[in-house]
């Protein structure tokens, strides 16, 4: 409990909240209509206007009643919100994308939806605005119908509105990434907890620019950036969305579209922050959250972060568990560990390649040049009939190249291997 209060007051922080006082009740009944007991929220109210404090977080997620008898007891000019909440907010001020900021806002609608119990104004500057400058006029209102009516359905009828829009720009996506997987370059995402090091491990590996900060959430968006893996093969790297426990789940729906590119990775990097004392409850919401998504079956490395910050050297085979192909120890901002992390990447890709004997006629140069870029080149013979390559490469890049196969011994496996 202590370390979920921690990191709710850095999500306050973050959010622009200065945290003055806390609370915590021992109880092992949730009460129905107040969460907390009444008494203990009288108690509340009386510190917090001791403290001249405006804003009343909660931990857990309160339901749409609680949160209704909760604004009864503590008053307008107090606002009430929960970790849920407080994440959402997040979200809405670091989206910076178009996508981004559609994401956020079908979260926000579908979180508060439920929760409408104030005037649809009230809701309407929260929420950006977006939905309200239609006006609901009196003139607008169905005979017999409430202004609260008339919000759900508005609010309704937006979220149909993302929801579309949404479904575009999915489209649109998913077209992209057709083209790059005929690239054939190996897809690699970073995941793992807020503030674990991912953006920094991205820019440490492909020598990129990307927002770094020390709060949660500073990434939303995707960036997907080209490296260079020892072998001179190039890969992309994709950094994106954080994860923390008790992410909101109006959230992970929303950013769906977000997170399928982490699904049509050929392998994810698990960054964690070693040096955070809950390190391995951050793995296992990682690994939760991931298989919430359903990501299929890819090979995962789990990346040990922050090295340069340990007193006493960590032992990887504490990590490791049948998660993970292997586990490696790096410093994102030292740089310690980068070319183990690197070898081992590379090495994950050799174990899904197959090797292949390719016949090119010399017209095809770019053909040649294309294999270079995309697969291992082990031989290369310049013979009668053309271009003799021996290449290793995943089934699903030889499939860009199968009319000049002459041989491919381990091909009958390909199948079972997921490159
Ligand atoms: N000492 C040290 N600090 C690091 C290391 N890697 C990252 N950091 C710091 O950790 C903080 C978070 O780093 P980010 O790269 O923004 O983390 P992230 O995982 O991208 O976080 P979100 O995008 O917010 O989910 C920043 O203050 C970084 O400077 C490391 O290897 N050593
Ligand atoms: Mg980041």
Do not use: C
């Not at 806390?22 to 206007?49: C, D, H, L, W, Y």
């Not at 003139?139 to 309704?156: A, M, N, S």
């Not at 017209?363 to 009668?384: F, M, Q």
């Amino acid at each position: 409990m202590d370390e979920s209060l921690e990191e709710l007051k850095m999500l306050a922080e973050t959010a622009g909240i200065e945290v003055v006082g806390q609370a915590v009740q021992n109880t092992n009944r949730i009460n129905p209509s107040t969460f907390i007991g009444s008494g203990k929220a009288v108690e509340i109210k009386e510190e917090m206007e001791g403290l001249k404090a405006q804003v009343l977080v909660f931990d857990d997620e309160l339901s749409p009643r609680h949160q209704r008898e909760l604004e009864e007891i503590f008053g307008e000019d107090t606002k009430i919100l929960d970790r849920s909440a407080l994440i959402l907010d997040i979200f809405a001020q670091h989206a910076r994308t178009h996508e981004g900021r559609l994401q956020v806002e079908l979260a926000q609608y579908e979180y508060r939806l439920p929760r409408l119990t104030r005037a649809w104004t009230h809701l309407a500057r929260q929420a950006g605005g977006g939905a309200a400058r239609g006006g609901v006029g009196v003139g607008l209102r169905g005979p017999g119908e409430t202004q609260l009516e008339v919000d759900r359905r508005e609010i309704g009828d937006r979220i149909t509105k993302l929801n579309e829009e949404i479904e575009k720009v999915r489209a649109h996506r998913q077209r992209h990434r057709e083209q790059r997987n005929k690239t054939g370059m190996p897809i690699i995402a970073l995941v793992g907890y807020t503030n674990a090091g991912k953006s920094t491990l991205m820019n440490a590996l492909s020598g990129s620019d990307v927002y770094v900060a020390n709060q949660l959430f500073a990434t939303l968006d995707t960036t997907t950036r080209r490296i260079e893996l020892p072998s001179g093969r190039a890969a992309l790297l994709s950094d994106t969305v954080g994860f923390i426990q008790k992410l909101p789940t109006t959230l992970i729906a929303a950013f769906r579209a977000t997170l399928e590119g982490i699904i049509e990775a050929d392998l994810i990097l698990h960054v964690v922050d070693i040096n955070n004392p809950h390190a391995k409850q951050h793995i296992e919401t990682v690994e939760d959250t991931l298989a919430a998504i359903e990501t299929p079956d890819i090979p995962q490395i789990l990346v040990l972060n922050k090295i340069d910050l340990l007193d006493e050297p960590v032992n990887p085979l504490d990590y490791f568990s049948d998660d993970f192909k292997s586990v490696v120890r790096v410093s994102a901002v030292t740089k310690q560990g980068l070319d183990v992390l690197l070898a081992e990447i590379e090495g994950q890709f050799k174990s899904a390649m197959s090797r292949y004997e390719l016949l090119l006629p010399y017209n095809k140069g770019d053909v040649v040049a294309w294999v270079h870029e995309n697969a291992i080149v082990e031989a290369e013979d310049h013979t009668e009939e053309g271009f003799r390559l021996t290449v290793n490469m995943p089934p699903r890049v030889a499939g860009n190249v199968k009319e000049f196969i002459i041989d491919s011994p381990e091909v009958d496996n390909s199948t079972s291997l997921s490159l």
